[in-house]
């Protein structure tokens, strides 16, 4: 570290922070009570550990970054090992394919860096940080499993989480050990669910080993992991999860679906809960249905201008089915909810059918289905259609019947909104038709067709600029055009105030109008790829070619478009 404190003595001496005796003197300290020059320095007063950080950073030409905030990574972790992070002073923050971002408190040791390289087959994208930094951080994150509850909870107070009780008749089974609002179990449940909310997690998911139990949160569609805990408490916190899910909690050879609703704060939170049996025992995992992050303006959403033009047209129509398609957590909803909010007015009659209601909508009649009582969506869709409903949204069609039901509606003077599962928008005509439907039949009832993504945007805090060669850009879909205005392509870099270099998500959305042309190409039995063609040339906007767009305004990074779209 010798080296590196006089590098550091001389830009702070650069800087106007030392002159040249007092830098001797500090480094003389240094070396004789055997403490980091950084450590020195901070306790002199000379600089904060921020201000070291920025100017390292700074002379080295390399991002800083607050390891305080870093959610760590295990998987990460796996790529350099312990002894090698402890020898060499550095962390592993985040890895790509081949390329690991690692933390360094000297970033001009330019062998210690190779050997690094060459001990884990990587390139290394380097960030600063301080020595007492990463060795605080690695201690965590390199830290065995815990071992009781007591030790993972802490200093953790639940008094601002609290389930909401509903009316439901009560098992009858004596579960004091995993009822007790006092209990550890039932406090490290509450914990989960509290880190979840507050870092913004759309789902936990509780996978069990066979010597563990892992507990990782989807935050912006990445899955991280989130604790280890003893394989012990595995039952234990799967009891807990079942009785506030009014689940039987005997039952561990089938799955259990289930809801509950607690208060986070000052707000209610719904929780949707899946349980899977699987080879180490039940997997469970919790969706998480914050309404007060639900986005119900259609103007918010962010749509490109022809998509927005296209889904406000295809609103204001009296009859017809407007379908957005993609999988599951593809935002779907949120885009369905929005045009239901849109449309929605004292004059109309909005009905939705929903497996299960996801968000409660001031003013809007929402029918859970309930297969075990004998409602299904088909079902539910024809009561609904002698309830007199001017806009029916139907949470999903799955089946010929209910398929034929939505489109006989939409034929007949309603406005149908739902969702199917497939790639694109024109694959949505062959699925229709491979589920039983005259094509004449989709061509009459069809208004428009979404398919949807969402993607990860940058983190306009620490993106920088990327460098792309045209050949490159070319290949992802890019258009001569594209470069007759300048560009600004970004990527992640990674900072406390993001998650790897992103933070959020936004909609990328795919739509086709169905046209006079496409409806007689459609009833002509047309292939899709005519009909794909036909759209392009009436002004559609694919879904790479959306994440190519907002990827040049710098939203998004081209790696993230790659990943989340395919290459039209």
């Not at 922070?17 to 240094?30: H, I, R, V």
């Not at 929402?366 to 949204?393: E, H, M, W």
């Not at 509606?409 to 038709?433: E, F, K, W, Y």
Request: proline share 4%.
């Amino acid at each position: 570290m010798t080296q590196f404190a006089k590098k550091l003595r001389a830009i702070l001496e650069k800087a106007g922070k030392l002159d040249a005796t007092a830098g001797e003197a500090l480094l003389n300290e240094s070396l004789q009570e055997k403490r980091p020059f950084t450590e020195v320095l901070v306790k002199k007063g000379v600089a904060t550990e921020a201000e070291l950080v920025a100017l390292i950073a700074k002379a080295a030409n390399v991002p800083p970054i607050d390891l305080s905030k870093l959610t760590v990574n295990k998987e990460v972790l796996e790529s350099v090992p312990e002894d090698v992070a402890r020898e060499y002073c550095i962390f592993p923050v985040d890895r790509i394919g081949t390329i690991i971002t690692v933390a360094v408190a000297n970033p001009f040791d330019v062998l210690k860096l190779d050997d690094i390289r060459i001990i884990t087959g990587c390139q290394l994208r380097i960030v600063v940080s301080t020595a007492e930094e990463i060795e605080k951080i690695r201690g965590k994150g390199y830290q065995k499993e815990t071992e009781s509850v007591d030790g993972i909870l802490g200093s953790f107070d639940d008094a601002d989480v609290e389930l909401k009780e509903t009316d439901v008749e009560e098992d009858s089974t004596d579960l004091s050990a995993i009822s007790d609002e006092d209990s550890p179990i039932v406090k490290l449940v509450n914990k989960m669910i509290l880190d979840a909310c507050n870092t913004g997690a759309s789902d936990i998911h509780i996978e069990p080993f066979e010597k563990k139990v892992i507990v990782r949160y989807r935050k912006d569609g990445c899955l991280y992991e989130a604790m280890s805990l003893p394989k012990r408490m595995q039952n234990n916190i799967t009891s807990r999860i079942k009785i506030m899910s009014k689940l039987d909690i005997a039952e561990k050879r089938k799955p259990q679906d289930g809801k509950f609703q607690m208060k986070i704060g000052h707000k209610a939170v719904d929780f949707r809960v899946s349980i899977l049996p699987v080879v180490w025992g039940e997997k469970t995992v919790f969706r998480i249905l914050d309404s007060s992050n639900l986005a119900l303006d259609i103007k918010s959403l962010g749509f490109e201008p022809k998509a927005m033009e296209d889904y406000l047209w295809a609103c204001a129509q009296p009859y017809g089915m407007i379908l957005v398609t993609g999988p599951t957590g593809s935002g779907k909803s949120t885009t369905l909810y929005s045009a239901v909010k849109h449309i929605a007015a004292p004059d109309i009659n909005l009905v939705t059918v929903e497996d299960p209601v996801e968000y409660q909508l001031e003013g809007i009649n929402q029918v859970p289905v309930n297969p075990k009582a004998g409602l299904t969506f088909g079902g539910a869709l024809r009561s609904i259609l002698r309830q007199d409903p001017d806009v029916v949204l139907l949470g999903e069609i799955r089946d010929h019947e209910t398929l034929e039901i939505a489109v006989k509606a939409a034929l007949t003077g309603h406005q149908v909104l739902s969702t199917l599962h497939t790639n694109d928008a024109p694959s949505t005509i062959t699925r229709m038709v491979d589920m039983g439907m005259d094509p004449f039949m989709v061509a009459s009832s069809t208004l428009l067709i979404c398919a949807q993504r969402l993607g990860r945007k940058l983190c306009a805090n620490c993106k920088k600029r990327a460098d792309i060669p045209k050949d490159v850009l070319l290949r992802l879909g890019a258009i001569e055009s594209d470069f007759e205005n300048p560009m600004e392509v970004y990527e992640p870099a990674g900072c406390p105030r993001c998650n790897n270099g992103y933070k959020g998500r936004f909609a990328l959305l795919e739509t086709m109008r169905m046209s006079e042309a496409i409806k007689r190409m459609v009833v002509e039995r047309a292939h899709i790829a005519d009909i794909k063609k036909q759209a392009l040339a009436e002004g559609m906007l694919t879904l790479r070619r959306t994440g190519l767009l907002n990827a040049f305004r710098g939203k998004t990074s081209l790696q993230e478009v790659e990943a989340s779209t395919m290459a039209d």
